[in-house]
């Protein structure tokens, strides 16, 4: 039976991805500084070999003859599943593939020396080469899916993600900040002139603070008999499943970075722990996508962490684990002025809730013009400070560094990406708005610290599902309406606007 | 051309290796409790593609015919160690593999249940299928190696070891230590009279004890870069040579077990890490053998720390990390009465090194029966209680917990391991003579902490040539002489004898 044959190849592709998964983390977290190397080595070869077992010719007569065969409905989906994923694992030609991770491993490499030295020229040749490369792509993925180009990249990241539908929501979302950020910050200024931020009295012990975020964990759901916290230089959440790794890093003179960004990553690990066992070595069974993710991280750490409620029950573990002196005389506001500072920046990574989607629809809509031809590497300096002055009203054309060389994703040619992070804080307050007619005492329970009803509903609407759906029907299903702006702006209006 | 086609399969292999190895590690020290089914499921598919490449009937054409390429003389030896390692591989047909796979994980696991209990009667069953399929096995490795049965299964673990020489050696030591156990013990006896043993003054923190170990690793050359020091339940040194896993664990009533362990462990790190690194994905690139892994750690633990020159430059260390209190008034006599403590016991795992070696050479005499047919697997009781009372002069025929039920060897199938444990402490002390006429301040060096020298000594003489030679020619070669029991005999008497 072809299916059985699915189920058979998914045990073995799934061992290849727990390895590499594990050695990845392991990598970032308990490695030896000499160990790299050799590291590198084995995570390539095997990845060589989870490429040569899941591209193997014969799964496409399977495929097929799966289909015909005697399924109940979630093994349809699991076949059709099944196929998405082996066509794009298919759909480039290994000649290709060589010369783009080559291209993209030099880019990747040469950003990293340029970009502290904020030199766009020398730059420059490489990501002509590596935009070249990502046309080609796109013109090849779009050939194996029908899907226009730039929708056959993103389609990769988030499955059913059109410029079609997201090009509407992001231009409301787009006219809504450009009004809604000098609202904002007026109402922050007029909030800090009563209530001043008030300093951080540091040092914060590294162990107080681990132990800080472990009960943040706790506390919102997090399944340490299925996981566990790590320390490593750039925060993630890896691992498997069943053994999920995060990491956080700390700073000792202030600790809130840190918590947030475990609270986080915990919304990413609660989607992972949350994902159905059963299914687990089938592409179904996996997370739908990025934006998907990002809306389970963004969720705990915007829908739940920065809010009042949520402080109710946070503050006094603050004080339980740091000590009474860590934050002398602060209340819920000062927190809040602390956790929900708005500002206008130059970095995307550094922004806040109100600011980042602005940063998002500016690398979203120069991609697409990017891809399209419509603009050419070259004219990305001015075409992107003529955004953020538009956008955010401030200026990057003489500062490439903190202009379009800010990120890896262009040098590593990750095309289609930007806009999963808006995507994810927009499902992520209409999940919210949705989950509060289900439950309409939700508040009370963040403010008691208890996420047992909530993170019931999120696993029956979001994490058992997996990859059943595509993004778009997972979002209509959890929610009974399509993606919109309207309550992410409600939520922004809210929090932000007086 | 064929070597290089073996070239490229070692690399595949090398990168699975790396693989099960660093998750192996991972398991003991940093999986999360919950983690274990799919990693289970993990390490079985990986060690199977690892068994199905490195089985491929191809690769005895390619070690055919690359016998016949232009090579040098490593590059020889190199063809010759795969085929040796490819004949051990390939000898057992798959279905015999899958049999006593199952059946020793059966065996094992009722052991580990009926072990606590001592229930032989419950466990005998088990055992003898076990044994028959030792038999099996032996018979069927001899077949594809033209060893005798014993031999064919000890060369898995010391290729090149026979009985013929063993036995020799085995005979003599076993004659030599009936008579010097009482010896040492009465000249302990007479000791501890005009200096006893001083009582530990703990608790001692873990962390202050996880510094003195690495304080330790650091003094005899343990490598950093290339590796690290983890705590699990029962202690190992795995890993791979760029990044050696190294563990101990932590009593807080006293700190020197834990130390002598890390001590021992180093010395197989240090064996490891030491390993030439452009063979590093070849089999000639490994470590030779256990009895010569034991031979390295046995080095350290042994020849080096339990000696008093060590403690002239350990205790001060001690006094650093665990404070001035720790061991108050000791001298390095108080250290040394802990440290090499003789007595007469049940159990193998936890005796001293002049006893040790009886518990060796009695399973060794009573695998070559139980291989033979000469001894029934009931008659082991009986048996095993003879030699006991007869070498060691205790009885446990009421005990079989903690006589023939005490290993987890016989239940898992290993037939042929035990040997290398006291081979390894002969080559160590075998090694360490030779390193003295070539090193004549070694005593000196040792006093210092230095080990420059006494390590290069090493690196050149095993380390270095990894598995170019036989175990046997490895220990000529090393020492100008076969391995014979004198310098071991010699040592004993030296730091036992009075």
Known sequence: MSFQKLDELGRKLESLEHAISILGADEATHMAVGGGEKRAEAMSNLAGMYHAQATAPQIADWIESAKSEDLDDDQRRA??????????????????????????????????????????????????????????????????????????????????????????????????????????????????????????????????????????????????THGSLAVSHHPFCGGVPTDVRMTTRYRTDEFLTSLMGVLHETGHALYEQGLPKQWSHWPLGKARGMGMHESQSLFVEMQLARSPEFWEFMLPLVHQHMGDQAIPGWDIADVLNEVNFVERGYIRVDADEVTYPLHVILRYELEQDLVSGKLEASQIPEAWDAKMTEYLGISTINDPKDGPMQDVHWPGGAFGYFPSYTLGAMIAAQLSAAMQKDLPDMRDQIRQGDFTAINQWRADKVWNEASRYTTPELITRATGEPLNADYFKAHLKARYGG
Request: some cysteine; glycine content about 6%.
């Open 79 to 224: 076949v059709g599943e099944f196929e998405r994923s082996y066509v794009n694992a298919t759909c480039l030609p290994t000649e290709f593939v060589q010369r783009r991770t080559a291209a993209t491993m030099r880019s990747e490499q040469l950003w990293r020396d340029l970009r502290p030295k904020g030199d766009w020229d020398s730059f420059l040749p490489a990501l002509e080469g590596v935009i070249a490369l990502v046309r080609e792509e796109a013109a090849l993925r779009s050939a194996a899916t029908g899907l226009a180009a730039y929708d056959a990249l993103m389609d990769q990241y988030d499955p059913g993600n059109r410029t079609a539908d997201i090009d509407t929501v992001f231009a409301d979302l787009k006219s809504f900040l450009k009004d809604f950020v000098p609202t904002a910050l007026s109402v922050q200024e007029r909030r800090l002139a009563q209530h001043p931020r008030k300093p951080l009295h540091g040092p914060y012990p590294i162990e107080k603070q681990r132990e800080l975020g472990l009960a943040a964990m706790r506390a919102v759901g997090f399944d340490f």
